[in-house]
């Protein structure tokens, strides 16, 4: 991540700053890019979900919140 973070300051204009870190690391482009724009969207400075909200869904398999407080999961009556 700092490693695209200094080359993008070093040339704000070179669009393939991620494409050829993530060649040169041998990691694919989508998980690179999506590494990097994290930090922002936890600080609230890019939209998306934070790491927080991830983590609840893939943990609860729903969102966080007072919706998930009490829930329980319907049972069948078969």
């Known amino acids: ?3 695209v973070q200094q080359l993008r300051r070093e040339d704000p204009a070179d669009n393939s700053v991620i494409s050829r870190v ?5 990691d694919g482009v989508e998980s ?3 590494w990097v724009k994290q ?5 609230g400075t890019r939209a998306g979900l934070t790491i927080h909200e ?3 869904i893939a943990l609860l398999g729903g969102p966080p919140g007072p919706s ?3 829930h329980r999961p319907q049972v069948s009556s078969r």
């Open 22 to 26: 993530a060649r040169l690391l041998s």
């Open 32 to 34: 690179l890019r999506n």
């Open 68 to 70: 998930r407080i009490g």
């Open 54 to 56: 991830l983590l609840s």
């Open 39 to 43: 930090p922002d969207i936890d600080a």
């Open 1 to 3: 991540m700092r490693m």
